[in-house]
């Protein structure tokens, strides 16, 4: 293979995905495979679990290189020959592929995939190809914590403090979905290519309201000692303070290198080490480690949970100092069901057939993988229909265009951010053309707006549509722009939706794709989505004259619309949010 060939498969990696160490330039396997020599040996050269090495073919995917390899399963790297997406692949392996480790495999499947949030590692489906399980995710780039510390050493403490806010973020997802991870450790928090920390692996992964029987054997505790709390290691019933325990845990080995527990065998060994506590000295007495902040670890990691925190808002609200902010801001605390309820406490937002009014039902029942449930919307540009995943137990939207659409880019396949939805899987023939996407629980933003909404939620949402807009600039992949698309998600975060979700969607502003787009129409987007917002929707507001929308403004709406007037760049778009936080609402 030519390095031109190389270089269309995979990024040129400078270390090795699972020690840590440099790579040799001089060695161009080495950037290929993403290992050292070493690594190269113990995670087996070809692939031997299913006997696939570089550039072998597995159904639709094409091997690219091993990532990595668990307890149930191997990750690969590899790229979908169809849409040119490169994503991460984990095959069950095929030694322990009993009926029951089947279903569990697949179980951890559908439990990553309720969760949609920027600290999670996204999963885009599951199936079986040539009699393998295989799960389907996104790939994170930049590796995991555990080899990010042993290449660089450990994290200062305000770098670390902000990872493990991020990662809490992620986490509290997690638990709105009833999930408990059961494995939270550096190995298993992952780095995206913008510096994105995600929570990933969930093998261990449990529902704390599935009322299906147990997969879990009994007698048997599953966990990773160094990292698991006692109640944990001693198969007892776990609640958040265990998570905490492991997050508490994690932030330790960020902040000195080391693992806080010695991984020992044997159940009375780990737990009396655990009782022992961690070497405190160390975190007490080190210099660039603040005392404040070692005790909040060294609580985090008590024996007793009735000792540590109790929710993952008190523990964000004590490490928030640490990491620069004041534990408050930008934290979306009103849901978008209720108006009222902290976003660790949303409950699960109303099924998207009653945010979206529901039409007929499709003459075709099934679309690829998904279970056709009702038309939403008709549109010259693509019908939108609700559908169902069956395997991962989730709602999907489906668009079908007309007939002589050119295929979704392989950049628009890979987007993964978190103003925009994730595409799923698509089709172009001469009888089916069609796109797959995400569904996310929410509402369109006009739905909301019959009533104003709080200053400080609109400008967190205007501080998301500003990044997501500098990405969309940087990336030439600009989607048309009017407020009818905009979703507002069930934890209030908004997504730019580049396709009609109303019947009333209005012409959209396209404000250029090219390298220097219009600024003019994006403070113009942005001043009515302000306007909006802070007014709200009622029945007379698109009747105000210039002179009434001026005087019905809040002292807020003025901020906003004073801060969106100096953007006439991408570099402005970024240091937008600056400029909002440094104003009192």
């Known amino acids: 293979m030519d390095q031109a060939s190389i270089k269309t498969l995979t990024p040129e990696l400078r270390f090795c995905t699972k020690c840590g160490v440099e790579l040799s330039a001089a060695d161009p396997l080495n950037h290929l495979f993403g290992n050292c020599p070493r690594c190269l040996l113990d995670l087996g050269f070809s692939g031997a679990d299913q006997g696939l090495g570089y550039g072998s073919r597995l159904g639709n995917y094409r091997i690219v290189r091993k990532l990595g390899s668990g307890g149930m399963g191997t990750v690969y790297e590899a790229k979908h020959v169809g849409s040119g997406r490169v994503l991460a692949i984990k095959l069950l392996k095929t030694q322990i592929a009993t009926e029951k480790n089947r279903v569990r495999f697949l179980q951890e499947g559908r439990l990553a995939a309720s969760i949609s949030h920027p600290n999670a590692v996204y999963i885009y489906g599951t199936e079986e190809i040539e009699g393998i399980p295989v799960i389907t995710m996104e790939l994170v780039s930049e590796g995991n914590l555990e080899a990010m510390v042993k290449r660089g050493g450990r994290r200062p403490a305000t770098k670390a403090t902000k990872v493990i806010l991020q990662l809490m973020d992620g986490l509290e997802a997690v638990a709105r979905e009833g999930i408990l991870h059961r494995d939270i450790k550096p190995s298993n928090c992952f780095m995206g290519q913008d510096g994105t920390p995600k929570i990933g692996d969930f093998g261990l992964a449990l529902s704390t309201t599935s009322t299906g029987p147990s997969l879990t054997e009994e007698g048997n505790v599953w966990c990773t000692p160094g990292f698991a709390s006692p109640e944990q290691v001693q198969g007892k019933a776990l609640d958040v303070r265990s998570e905490i325990f492991s997050l508490g845990a994690t932030l330790y080995f960020l902040l000195t290198g080391e693992v806080p527990f010695k991984e020992r065998k044997g159940v009375r060994q780990i737990c009396e080490e655990i009782a022992a506590g961690p070497p405190r000295a160390f975190l007490l007495k080190s210099p660039d480690i603040p005392v404040d902040l070692a005790r909040i670890v060294l609580r985090c990691i008590d024996p007793s949970r009735e000792q540590r925190f109790g929710s993952y808002a008190q523990l964000r609200q004590e490490l928030a100092v640490f990491a620069g902010t004041d534990g408050h801001a930008k934290t979306h605390e009103t849901s978008v069901s209720t108006g009222l309820a902290h976003r660790e406490t949303v409950a699960r937002g109303p099924a998207i057939s009653d945010n979206l009014k529901a039409g007929k039902a499709p003459r075709v029942s099934k679309i690829g ?50 103003g925009r939805l994730r595409w799923l899987a698509g089709k172009r023939t001469s009888k089916n053309s069609w796109d797959a996407y995400e569904a996310p629980r929410g509402r369109p933003l006009l739905d909301i707006l019959e009533t104003p909404q709080p200053s400080f939620l609109v400008r967190d949402w205007l501080v998301e549509i500003s990044k997501e807009l500098a990405s969309s600039i940087k990336c030439r992949d600009l989607p048309l722009l009017t407020p009818h698309r905009l979703w507002i998600t069930s934890d209030n975060r908004v997504k730019l939706i580049e396709f009609p979700i109303c019947e009333e969607d209005f012409v959209a502003v396209e ?41 019905s403004l809040s002292e807020a709406a003025t901020v906003f619309c004073r801060a969106i007037s100096k953007i006439n760049s991408s570099k402005d778009l970024l240091a937008f949010e600056e400029e909002l936080f440094s104003a009192e609402l």
């Open 511 to 551: 404000i250029g794709k090219g390298v220097t787009p219009d600024f003019t129409k994006l403070r113009t987007f942005l001043r009515e989505f302000v306007v909006l917002c802070l007014v709200g929707k009622g029945p007379d507001t698109a009747k105000l004259t210039r002179s009434e929308m001026g005087s």
């Open 369 to 418: 993988q998904f279970t056709l449930q009702t038309t939403l919307l008709r549109h010259p540009s693509g019908d939108l229909i609700l559908a169902y995943d069956e395997q991962l137990r989730r709602s999907v939207w489906i668009v079908r265009t007309p007939i002589g659409t050119p295929p979704t880019l392989p950049t628009r396949c890979e987007l993964a951010r978190s």
